[in-house]
């Protein structure tokens, strides 16, 4: 008891700052504070933890695969968000059925870089953003925040926007866009406190949204009926005939469309909310089990979804021409036949567009179906939006605010600029404002995949579920070619700007973006085991002499505290 005691002593003695006890050379991950001892409650999505059978012993039962749906679910939503829809409609529309392969291959990595943030979470009990603030110096840690929080505020405007624009299409233009933006606002916040009803309840209703998307797409499908000889083709055949700049261009922006940086935080923070004994490695490793083939059927279903939207859009509109396209408007007396200049350009279509023309050339029903699942797209990805803000403002920032305020302040940083953008923007003219909300987005990809990999590398950290040699070298490749693949996306808007000032402002951007990029890789190097560059420089950062406790460490010591 003296031993204890004295030990208790040492530790109040010891400078604590967001749960890490500072020493003079090592920092390690204090337990979490008993609820009891906490003066007021505090609120999260994890306040209902769903349980798992335990009574089945065969290799795989349908029972715990059931207790384990949800969280790939909500996480796929983010594949499936307006940003994806118009990529996928542009996809086809370029290219017709040639960069379907891109979609799946891109789909794939999603699933392999989801498997590493959900074992993050299910091993360690922190989400990416809690992981983070305990393990990077301050200000890597607050430059980190703020990268992700940019990448959050750029998806939330697409997603926002999306439903605005989908308000309009069904009121035939009686909703302006700015109202559209203030809709979507009230009912997030209605729809954010459905788990104050049961976490299963919230999941359903993501469910649910996910299944209008499905049907209204899947409608669109139908209609269209595409030849299926040339899907398969374009599936299965990596290969692009006769393509140029554009479908290229329209190649990285697809990927960079379907893997988000905010997503890897969100499922990590997502995966916590089933009843699993960390200190138990059996379950720990069923868990993953079954949280990997929960994501593989929902990512599954995000992708026939996107195969949908793409397919309809090459069948009917591959090719074609504003003047082709003003003609049939024309002839169907629809109203927005202004949208399209009497040119032979080839046609370009963003969500807005896009259902104008299936209206045009499929009938009313054709575009109010699309407006339907637009809609659902818009308001599932917003919700999901939100939650990834709060999850990554409360791991970064340590928040203890109660639930309204952090619901306010995250819907507030994303929401206003949309709402600037929309009271004085005009529906029709949008498609600039989203590839730079796109390339936006690419650039901040290396601040979630750089950390996942180093943590999930970390034996320390991950102990046996650590990342293999296989897992650290097919990582890094996959993550080195998504990285190249979104900064040449982003040279190739640079390049289009025209302008000195800008190309000066983008090389001094460039300059402290890739330096922040360098310091994190440096980082991950010596976490996957290169051990050259571990020269010892680290203790001045604040971090650990050693090559594999550098990132600290004690999660296994308090692995059987619930968090």
């Not at 789909?107 to 590493?116: A, D, F, N, P, Y």
């Not at 505020?153 to 233009?173: F, K, R, T, Y």
């Not at 090459?314 to 202004?338: I, L, R, W």
Request: net charge negative; proline share 4%; hydrophobic share 50%.
């Amino acid at each position: 008891m003296k031993e204890e005691k004295n030990e208790q002593s040492s530790l109040k003695d010891s400078p604590q700052e967001n749960g890490i006890i500072q020493t003079s050379q090592y920092s390690s991950i204090s337990p979490p504070a008993s609820p009891v001892a906490q003066e007021e409650p505090f609120s999260t999505y994890f306040e209902e933890k769903v349980p798992v059978p335990e009574d089945v012993n065969q290799i795989f039962s349908f029972r715990k695969l059931w207790a384990f749906t949800g969280p790939g679910f909500l996480m796929s939503i983010a594949y499936l968000d307006p940003g994806n829809i118009e990529s996928d409609l542009q996809s086809g529309a370029k290219a017709g059925f040639k960069l379907l392969w891109v979609l799946l291959g891109a789909t794939i990595i999603g699933l392999l870089l989801q498997r590493l943030a959900a074992r993050l979470g299910v091993v360690t009990g922190m989400h990416l953003a809690e992981v983070c603030n305990r393990q990077y110096p301050t200000v890597p840690r607050i430059i980190l925040w703020l990268m992700v929080e940019l990448a959050i505020i750029g998806s939330d405007m697409q997603e926002v926007i999306g439903c605005a624009i989908a308000l309009n299409l069904l009121s035939v233009g009686r909703i302006p866009l700015w109202a559209g933006v203030l809709i979507t606002i009230v009912d997030t916040f209605v729809f954010l406190f459905l788990d104050k009803y049961g976490l299963r309840k919230l999941e359903a209703f993501f469910g649910f949204l996910i299944t209008i998307m499905a049907v209204s797409f899947g409608y669109e499908y139908v209609l269209v009926s595409p030849n299926q000889g040339e899907v398969l083709k374009g599936m299965f055949i990596p290969y692009c005939e006769g393509c140029g700049a554009v479908q290229l261009e329209q190649a990285v922006g697809i990927v960079g469309a379907v893997i988000m940086p905010h997503n890897i935080y969100l499922h990590s923070a997502l995966v916590k909310s089933r009843q699993i004994d960390r200190g138990n490695k059996k379950e720990v490793k069923e868990a993953n089990k079954y949280y990997f083939i929960e994501s593989t059927i929902a990512l599954f279903v995000s992708f026939l979804i996107n195969v949908f939207v793409v397919a309809v859009f090459a069948e009917a509109f591959y090719m074609k021409t504003n003047m082709q396209v003003s003609a049939e408007c024309n002839a169907t007396g629809s109203p927005h036949t202004d949208l399209f200049p009497p040119d032979n350009n080839t046609l370009e279509v963003d969500i807005y567009k896009g259902g104008v023309v299936l209206g045009c050339f499929f009938g009313p029903a054709a575009l109010y179906i699309w407006a339907i699942g637009i809609l659902a797209a818009g308001q599932s990805s917003t919700m999901t939006g939100t939650y990834s803000g709060q999850f990554v403002m409360e791991g970064f920032l340590n928040l203890r605010w109660s639930r309204f305020a952090r619901v306010l302040l995250t819907r507030s940083i994303a929401i206003t600029p949309t709402l600037l953008v929309a009271i004085f923007q005009d529906v029709q003219h949008l498609t600039g404002m989203n590839d730079f909300l796109n390339v936006l987005q690419s650039m901040q990809l290396p601040f979630a995949l750089i950390p996942i990999l180093t943590f999930t590398s970390l034996k320390s950290i991950m102990n046996d579920f650590a990342n293999g040699l296989a897992w650290k070298i097919s990582g890094g490749g996959v993550i080195l070619m998504v990285c190249a693949i979104n900064m040449y996306f982003v040279v190739v808007y640079v390049t289009t700007l025209n302008s000195v000032l800008l190309y000066v402002l983008a090389a001094l951007l460039s300059i402290a973006y890739l330096s922040f990029v360098g310091y994190l890789v440096w980082q991950c190097l010596i976490a996957l085991g290169v051990s050259c560059l571990d020269f010892g420089s680290r203790t001045r950062l604040g971090l650990s002499g050693h090559t594999d406790i550098y990132l600290l460490n004690d999660m296994e010591t308090d692995s059987s505290v619930e968090r």
